[in-house]
């Protein structure tokens, strides 16, 4: 397992579509694995393989609380199966933004249908801050961040401090 770095806004791939997985091997678990430690590393809660310049259609995500004992979980291959009617305001942050948070509005309720680490087929409905990751994440998936779902305004000025901020650390 390694940490790979970490692709940050402007930087194109994150605008990428990424492409189906054709099958869950060893190869791809090693993938899977290598994103963990990296989103662990971060520390965020959610990663997709774009975000370490690998534009396949891979998530690993684990939303345990500090006082749980952690709840690694991967989705190859995620679609949305429905979307409710009802939509949810939460405040977003993502490690290719970094230090950016903003309140994004997406549907409260999702029905999701993946592939996990063991590459069986899933169907669940999501809720809450579940709900709201895997559609973030999913988003990667198409080359959409976030900050694509603010004003302009804010989406230019986001990208401008993470840019000075990378320059400064250089
Ligand atoms: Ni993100």
């Known amino acids: 397992m390694a940490v790979r770095p970490i692709l940050t806004v402007p930087n194109a791939v994150l605008k990428q579509v990424s492409t189906p997985v054709e099958t869950v091997d060893d190869e791809l678990r090693a993938l899977m694995d290598d994103m963990l430690e990296t989103m662990y590393a971060a520390p965020g809660i959610g990663l ?3 975000q370490v310049g690998v534009p396949k259609r891979v998530i690993v995500m ?14 190859v291959n995620p679609e949305i199966t ?7 305001v939460r405040e977003e942050g993502c490690l290719s933004v970094p230090d950016i948070y903003d309140e994004v509005e997406r549907p409260a309720e999702v029905g999701l249908r993946y592939l996990n680490y063991q590459g069986e087929l899933v169907e669940e409905d999501a809720e809450g801050l579940l709900a709201v990751c895997i559609q973030h994440e999913m988003d990667h998936l198409n080359g959409v961040l976030f900050i694509d779902h603010l004003s302009r305004l804010k989406r230019d000025r986001a990208v401008a401090k993470v840019k000075k901020a990378a320059k400064e650390a250089a």
């Open 82 to 88: 429905w979307r409710s009617d009802q939509m949810a």
């Open 62 to 75: 684990d939303l345990a609380r500090e006082d749980e004992p952690p709840q690694p979980r991967c989705f």
């Open 48 to 50: 997709a393989a774009v």
